[in-house]
């Protein structure tokens, strides 16, 4: 006896198996999975626009200080708080106005300007500032003599 698998050929068959899919079965497959999908997003849709109704429907009532109400309140349009809500207003866009002062900071910063015209008093830019101070140095006051402190302590008692 031997393992050896012996592989029979039939008359006129070659090595190979003659079966093999047919188109039709493919494109009913394809078929299928295109009608499967159309159904799930048909329910799908159904399932959205019957909760939109839903929630449309539950929606409070709106204060009457409020003018300008748009119909679907879940979606802000644009411009819609500063036409809508009377004065007076506190913040209405707290980003805007917080990058409104970083950007005046920066100008001021990086700027030549003037602090007062009248006076004479001009701000120059951090970078140059810090370069002037580099070169001069900073200003030191003027410190009183050693006796002239003793004097005045001892005048005082």
């Given amino acids: ?5 012996k592989h029979e050929t039939p008359a006129g068959h070659g090595g190979y198996e003659h079966q093999d ?20 997003m048909g329910v799908l849709r159904g399932i959205f626009v ?5 929630e449309k429907a539950s929606q409070p009532e709106v204060n009457p200080l409020i003018t300008n109400v748009p ?19 506190l913040e209405e866009d707290e980003r805007g106005q917080l990058n409104g002062i970083i950007v005046n900071e920066d100008n ?6 003037w602090v007062d015209e009248k006076a004479g008093t001009v701000h120059i830019p951090i970078d140059r500032a810090m370069e002037l101070l580099v ?8 410190q009183p003599a050693v006796g002239d402190d003793a004097n005045k302590k001892d005048e005082k008692k």
């Fill in 50 to 54: 019957y909760l939109d109704h839903r």
């Fill in 135 to 142: 070169e001069r140095g900073l200003p030191v006051r003027p």
């Fill in 21 to 40: 899919l047919q188109t039709s079965s493919i494109l009913y497959f394809l078929l299928t999975i295109l009608v499967g999908t159309a159904i799930c």
């Fill in 71 to 89: 119909s679907d309140t879940r979606h802000i349009a644009p411009g819609y708080p500063q036409s809508a809500f009377p004065n007076p207003k």
């Fill in 1 to 5: 006896m031997t393992d050896e698998t």
């Fill in 108 to 113: 001021e910063l990086y700027s030549y300007g």
